[in-house]
């Protein structure tokens, strides 16, 4: 747990508009351990997804760098697992070929690549929809299907971005508890975006407050809750409540506007 993962130095990333430039994030500096559970929040707008496609290797940073395992982040690969907000699925492709789809592509034998996506199936729980099409399932089994997929290269780092934003209250929380599971038994390095406090503090080890843009670090909180962590009992532990409302004002100048928003979700 205490070796270095990913090391943030001084990043900064503007981007070209219309208007002129936007500078997203600016001098932001941040490291992550092995293992560890970090999460993100701040301001809409603020960066965050920026971060993670950086992390990701989708976006270059324009200046600083990013570190994984010692290396310059140069672009994607296989080690590391990104899960979107919105599903995006293929929608003319079935639950076990949305998973393996990528595996192939990876240079995986389809035989191979089906191996691979059926045991993630059975971590998902989403045994009997190995051949259903998207547009049959509900938001969770969507969220699951594109969880198995981040995890079937067997990534050491998962990158996820708002993952359970748009799944109702209940689905939510149950999708929370499954992912604190599956993180539990299969270690991962997990850097998670939220607009939620009650999110960030269920999941995380670490809360990192981002400033609003151009986005740094505002302040990291610890959360030393104990494990395995579920609603029925840390969300009625006093110090699940207090870490709550720490992390609340630490955000509340950057969001004083959206302050109501984020007591409710
Ligand atoms: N490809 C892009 N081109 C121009 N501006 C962008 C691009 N991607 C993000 N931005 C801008 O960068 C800022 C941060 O965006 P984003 O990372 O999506 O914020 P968040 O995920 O925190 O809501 C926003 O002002 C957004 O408009
Ligand atoms: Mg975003």
């Known amino acids: 747990m205490d070796e270095l993962k990913i090391e943030i130095k001084n990043l900064t990333k503007s981007f070209m508009g219309g208007e002129g430039e936007v500078k997203a994030i600016e001098n932001l500096n941040l490291s992550i351990k092995e293992n560890e559970f970090t999460v993100l929040v701040g301001p809409s707008g603020c960066g965050k997804s920026t971060l993670l496609y950086m992390l990701a290797g989708f976006e270059k940073p324009t200046s600083g760098s990013i570190l994984l395992d010692n290396q310059i982040i140069k672009g994607p690969g296989p080690d590391r697992g990104f899960v979107f907000q919105d599903f995006v699925l293929y929608p003319w492709k079935t639950v076990v070929r949305n998973i393996s789809f990528g595996l192939e592509i990876q240079g995986f034998s389809q035989k191979e ?8 199936i059975n971590l998902l729980g989403l045994q009997g929809f190995e051949n259903a099409y998207p547009h049959t399932l509900s938001g969770g089994m969507k969220q699951r299907v594109g969880i198995a997929r981040a995890l079937a290269y067997n990534p050491k780092v998962l990158l996820m971005d708002e993952p359970f934003g748009s799944l109702d209250a209940q689905t939510r929380k149950l999708m929370q508890e499954e992912l604190l599971r599956i993180w539990n038994k ?67 100048d950057e969001v004083i506007h959206h302050k109501q928003h984020y007591e409710s979700v």
């Not at 690549?113 to 993630?120: F, L, R, T, V």
């Not at 302040?219 to 030393?224: A, L, P, R, T, V």
């Open 113 to 120: 690549a089906i191996e691979k996506a059926k045991q993630k």
């Open 186 to 252: 299969e270690k991962k390095t997990v850097v998670f975006v939220t607009h939620s406090v009650i999110e960030a503090v269920f999941l995380a080890d670490r809360v990192v407050v981002l400033t609003d843009r151009p986005s740094r670090v505002k302040g990291i909180i610890d959360i030393h809750l104990d494990r395995p962590r579920d609603y029925e009992h840390t969300y009625t532990d006093e110090r699940y409540i207090e870490l709550r409302e720490k992390v609340l004002n630490i955000l509340k």
